[in-house]
């Protein structure tokens, strides 16, 4: 293997971010990216996969570096442009020195040849299955897996070439574009029709077996399950078709070219709303202590979340609260309507414990940073029920009438986008024909949770539960 980077790293090699109040260090200015072109060969959990990381650009600054977050990987070579590039980490930053500085406006394409590890990553990247290996890369590690642009913000469109054993199914965003087979081993093409943020990349490999169903309007829904439970959970996940008819209901057309579950036999924690291709642990379908209901609710959850997070993303990670509450409320809302668990008992629950909420975790759009060591710990109770809280008083001040024209619009106007809490605040004024910062400011950044507009007799605990 070659060098990694030279002996001295010269001074203009410096990590660098986009200011992410939460996350200083992520994101990469002076360029934006159109596309990712990644190959991978899979040798084993055990072992590092060989990638091949195709970036295609434009630059928005002059850049005599590039700066690539990029960690947990060895790095062979870089090229800019088909020329040989200068490399160096720093931090978990790669600093890229092309041959010639680029100027504003110029298109480069960045090629890395590099490992990516599945083994002891920092709170994400790669998930190690039982049989294979998945993503998940909220909120901060896809640069685990292969250098990017780390950021919601910078949302690129991506084709992945898998190579496996032939045994093993490969399953990833979007549509398959392509199989071929040479020797013991198969490569899987999947490439993407809308941008995806690199936090929701996802590629499985595994001893899967591919459920195919139809959707509203001709939708294709694939679901990926290990092998061995085809007949155990193909019933259970067809419920998807109709939760998507259900939120097409609610928020207009599903945004995106495919969608379905991939139910992983590993134990992350969490469930993850991976664009096109949301990741399940195994036992939330397979433990009997999991009311039904209360499976159905999550899956709409992630669902949800394929417009609120997926299509629309936020521009900064204290706006992730956009992304929360509403998976949350439209979980809520199909749990009763569906379960008969009311969503005012909810909400009534919710602002009892919003005060400790906010003193625990910040305010929904100013959320507190990360416990040390534990960067997914920004997702806290005050982002979930707390945030879904901000949009019951948002429609018990304006109306439902008013409130579900401003659902609709905002997963138009922000298609394939990022936006911002100020973004939010504006359209909701545009769509009640009203200013209402004034009303949104302190459900949004105040320390106390106001009163409930309708509810005076609502109440928050005194002390923390």
């Not at 008083?393 to 922000?414: K, N, S, Y």
Request: glycine share 8%; charged share 20%.
């Amino acid at each position: 293997m070659a060098a990694l980077v030279a002996a001295a790293t010269p001074s203009s090699e410096t990590q660098r971010g986009i200011g992410d109040r939460l996350f200083p260090a992520l994101g990469n200015p002076g360029y934006d990216v159109a596309a990712y072109d990644i190959a991978f060969d899979y040798h084993g959990n055990d072992r590092p996969l060989d990638a091949v990381t195709t970036i295609d650009a434009r630059a928005t600054d002059r850049l005599s570096t590039v700066n690539l977050d990029f960690s947990h990987g060895a790095v062979r070579s870089v090229d800019v442009d088909g020329s040989p590039a200068r490399f160096a980490f720093v931090g978990e930053d790669l600093v890229v020195t092309p041959a010639q500085p680029v100027r504003p406006g110029e298109h480069l394409r960045i090629t890395v040849r590099h490992t990516s590890d599945p083994r002891g990553g920092a709170g994400g990247g790669w998930v190690r299955t039982r049989d294979g290996l998945a993503m998940a890369n909220q909120a901060d590690v896809a640069h685990q897996v292969f250098p990017c642009d780390d950021h919601p913000s910078d949302k690129a469109l991506f084709t992945f070439h898998v190579t496996a054993p032939k045994a093993l199914t490969v399953v990833a965003n979007g549509l398959p574009a392509g199989r071929t087979s040479r020797g013991a081993a198969t490569t899987w093409t999947y490439t993407s029709a809308h941008p995806i943020a690199t936090e929701l990349t996802q590629v499985s490999i595994g001893r899967s077996a591919v459920l195919h169903r139809t959707g509203p309007h001709g939708l294709p829904v694939r679901d990926v399950v290990p092998a061995a439970d085809r007949d155990r959970l193909g019933k259970r996940l067809a419920r998807t078709t109709e939760q998507l008819a259900w939120l097409e209901g609610k928020v207009g057309r599903y945004p995106f070219e495919t969608y379905g579950l991939l139910i992983a036999d590993a134990t992350t924690g969490f469930e993850l709303e991976t664009q096109t291709l949301s990741l399940f642990e195994r036992r939330l379908f397979t433990d009997a202590a999991y009311p039904a209901w209360y499976v159905d609710s999550l899956m709409v959850h992630e669902l949800a979340h394929q417009w609120f997070g997926d299509s629309v993303s936020p521009r900064r990670w204290s706006d992730v609260w956009l992304n929360e509450s509403h998976a949350t409320w439209y979980e809520a809302l199909y749990a009763q309507e569906k379960a008969k668990k009311p969503l005012t008992e909810r909400m009534r629950a919710a602002y009892a414990k919003s005060d400790a909420w906010r003193a625990a975790g910040g305010p929904p759009a100013a959320p507190k940073a990360a416990d040390p060591g534990k960067k997914i710990s920004i997702f806290r109770p005050v982002v979930y029920d707390g945030s879904a809280l901000v949009l019951y008083a948002l429609r018990e001040e304006i109306g439902a009438p008013a409130f579900a024209r401003l659902e609709r619009a905002w997963v138009v106007l922000h298609r394939d986008s990022d936006a911002s809490t100020a973004d939010f605040t504006d359209l909701a004024s545009q769509v009640a024909g009203r200013d209402l910062s004034g009303f949104l400011h302190p459900w949004l950044y105040g320390p106390k949770t106001p009163p409930m507009p309708g509810h005076p007799d609502w109440k928050t605990a005194r002390k923390p539960a």
